[in-house]
């Protein structure tokens, strides 16, 4: 199944404890339908002293999250949309492009 939200992306959650936040998708795992978002699923996990972090301690770090649990806003509308997808042209080669289903406006 190919995903339509791609890393940099703006998203809004639509389940789970995150629920009504909006984020930046720092990266997407197309492969396994997962994404992960800026300031969502933030897991802590203790670290052990090392050369590099000599102190330990716990980090704070975005945990992978179902695409399907995120929806794409559009940049023009501001609303959360579903993604349509049309024919376009880049440089003389054909190519989908992703548009927003309220606006038509191109992400």
């Not at 995150?18 to 997407?28: F, N, P």
């Amino acid at each position: 199944m190919a995903m339509s939200i791609k890393k940099g992306d703006t998203v809004k959650i639509l389940s789970g404890k995150d629920r009504g936040k909006q984020g930046t998708v720092l990266r997407a795992y197309p492969a396994e339908g997962k994404i992960k978002v800026e300031g969502v699923a933030v897991v802590t996990k203790a670290v052990r002293p090392s050369q590099q972090n000599q102190a330990g301690g716990f980090e704070h770090k975005e945990a992978k999250i179902d695409a399907s649990n995120a929806m794409l806003v559009c940049p023009k509308c501001g609303a959360a949309t579903r993604v349509n997808h049309k024919q376009g042209e880049i440089d003389g080669h054909k190519t989908r492009v992703r548009v927003c289903k309220k606006c038509g406006a191109e992400f």
